[in-house]
């Protein structure tokens, strides 16, 4: 049984509660769960186990601390629910589009949930699209990627373009954003349609639309995309970002976006 358990904390950095006595019941049939309790609470007495909040815990390898021992932020984010999936900036990250480094980490999950701080470090959820959880369609545009030898759930290209236009503010405003999102070397148009489809908001098509036309000789924008995505835009002008007055309306997409990003100018936002 001590094999199997350091085999599992040498292979699994970070783990549940509840992954640990998945991974106890394999060789032991009753009292699993006080049984779990007892080698979390003895191995963190004795400094091989660390805390990010009860009932997520991470491997302190011999010779460091637990505030010395390296944490892939981005596979404790992957930890906090059951259903998490790294999105927003986290996945422009985890998909290597990051342009900044950040130190929030956003997660979808069915419902709401604290925010998280563990070493500096915040973890945001965000709940899933209501209209996503209607139709049962959580895992609609996710992948997954490979974190410490672990394989995580994040959205995908398509769906972190759409949901980046939707949320700037997740994926550290405008220019951050942009700057990310020019990034990808392509895009499957034919995805990005689907996901809009699915989430059937007209603010969003206006939004892809703008932004691909700006983009269209980089990502070899057909115009037939952007007519489709023209017939779901808005009976009425929306802004783009409500909290700033002002700003140009495009009148093909019914959006009012603020200058500096209709510019390209962000010495000026």
Known sequence: MSDTIEQFLDQVPVFTLNEFVTHLRKGVKRNVMTMAYNLIKNRRRSGKLGVVKEGVYYVIKPGTTP???????YLVASKLAPDAMLAFHSALDTLGFGHSVFTTYYYFSKVYRRPVRFRGCIYQSVK????????????????????????????????????????????????????SLEKMPYV??????????????KNLFAR??????????????????????????????????????????????????????????WEEF
């Open 188 to 201: 499957q148009t034919e995805l990005i349609l689907k996901y809009l489809n699915l989430r059937g908001q």
């Open 67 to 73: 505030a010395s021992a390296p944490v892939d932020e």
């Open 208 to 265: 892809t639309g703008f932004f691909f036309e700006q983009h269209r000789e980089q990502f070899h924008i057909e115009e037939s995309f952007l007519q489709t995505l023209e017939r779901h835009k808005p009976a009425q002008p929306l802004y783009w970002d409500r909290s700033r007055k002002g700003g140009v309306i495009k009148n093909r997409w019914n959006l009012i976006v603020p200058e500096a990003v209709d510019k390209r100018k």
């Open 128 to 179: 899933v699209p209501q209209s996503i959880l209607e139709a049962g369609k959580e895992l609609v545009g996710s992948t997954k990627v490979e974190r410490s030898g672990i394989k995580i759930l994040i959205t995908d290209k398509e769906r972190t373009v759409v949901e980046a236009l939707e949320h700037p503010e997740y994926c550290g405003g405008f220019e951050e954003m942009y700057r």
